[in-house]
Structures are given as structure tokens and as C-alpha cells.
């Protein structure tokens, strides 16, 4: 009787179980390109998607500081302008602030990483068709190679993790850059 019941305990919960594991984005995974916003409430896709090695930055605006040592550090490599460029993607449906002050402080990031672009979602548009799962309280940071395969992806809780990643992914950065 034990048996039986751990079998079709087994056989209810394996679908739940495979989709788990087949939810997330994964290394060498294509990105299809998705329509959000400018911090001025425009409509756009995922600039250089597909031309372009990306860093994308997908935060919380709770913890909206959290990656910026490895922003500090990707930024002291001076990567060329032709074939890199930061993304930083406010996630707006994981925070109580409203989407305005969202987009204030998101004009912000973009005068201190000038360089960069800042963009925002409103409604989990990245997170579900990048399948990222729980995007609260923490930040995803992906390496996006030139032909929009996923390089690198990591979900960073604390400052401390961004910089212990940091080696890691200029290393990927400059490989891929210098393809």
C-alpha cells in the first residue's frame, strides 16, 4: 500500500516537477525580442538585441542599487561602443513605489551610466517571456551574446554577490566582445 501511494504521489507531482526545472532561462537559450518602456513612458523593444554582446541588468526597484559594483566594474573596462552595451530594465510589478518615481530614478541611472540605456517594465513583460521566475527583492544580471544567445545569467540578492561575480563575467564580456 506504502508503494502505491508514493507512485501516484510521484505520478501527480512529475508534471509540476519537469515544468520547474524547464521554467527558466538557461545558457544558450535565444531571446525574442519584447516591447517595453523608456523611463518617459515610450514604447520600445530591446535596443541591439541581435547586433550587439548586451549586460542586462533586470532589477527590482527595491534593491535597485544592488549591482552596482559590477556596473562600476563593467564600466572601468571601457568595452567598445560598437559591439557592447548596458541594459538596465526597472522591474516595476515587484515594488510598492509607484511607476513615476520608477521612472524618476530611472532618468537618474541614466545620467550617472550616461553610457547605458535604462528601460522599464511595467508588467513582467521580461520576466515571463525570458521565463527569469521570482524577480523580487533581487536583481538578474545576463550576458546576451551578438546572435541573442543567453552567454551568462545570474539572479544577485546583495552587493556582495555582484561583486563576487565580477571576474566571471568580464571574462565572458571580453571573450564575447572580442569574437
Same mark, same amino acid.
Given at each position: ?26 545558457? /544558450? +537559450? =535565444? ?7 523608456? !523611463? *518617459?513612458? &515610450?514604447?520600445?523593444?530591446? @535596443?541591439?538585441? /541581435? +547586433? =550587439? ?7 527590482? !526597484? *527595491?534593491? &535597485?542599487?544592488?549591482?552596482? @559594483? ?7 573596462k571601457h568595452f567598445s ?44 513583460v521580461i520576466s515571463k ?51
Amino acid at each position: 500500500m506504502t508503494n502505491r501511494l508514493l507512485l501516484l504521489l510521484v505520478a501527480l507531482l512529475f508534471p509540476f516537477l519537469v515544468n520547474a526545472q524547464q521554467n527558466y532561462i538557461t545558457v /544558450g +537559450e =535565444k531571446l525574442a525580442n519584447v516591447n517595453i518602456k523608456t !523611463p *518617459d513612458d &515610450k514604447p520600445t523593444k530591446i @535596443p541591439f538585441l /541581435g +547586433e =550587439k554582446v548586451l549586460a542586462i541588468f533586470y532589477n527590482d !526597484p *527595491d534593491v &535597485k542599487d544592488i549591482n552596482d @559594483p559590477l556596473s562600476d566594474g563593467i564600466k572601468a573596462k571601457h568595452f567598445s561602443k560598437e559591439k557592447y552595451q548596458g541594459i538596465g530594465i526597472a522591474n516595476c510589478k515587484d515594488t510598492w513605489l509607484p511607476n513615476s518615481l520608477i521612472r524618476y530614478a530611472g532618468r537618474q541611472k541614466q545620467a550617472k551610466y550616461p553610457s547605458s540605456i535604462i528601460l522599464v517594465d511595467d508588467d513582467y513583460v521580461i520576466s515571463k517571456a525570458w521565463k527569469l521566475g521570482n524577480c523580487n527583492e533581487l536583481s538578474y544580471f545576463i550576458i546576451v551574446g551578438s546572435d541573442s544567445k543567453v552567454k551568462y545569467v545570474k539572479s544577485v540578492k546583495s552587493q556582495e554577490e555582484s561583486k563576487a561575480i565580477i571576474p566571471v563575467v568580464l571574462d565572458i564580456l571580453e571573450k564575447e566582445i572580442n569574437k
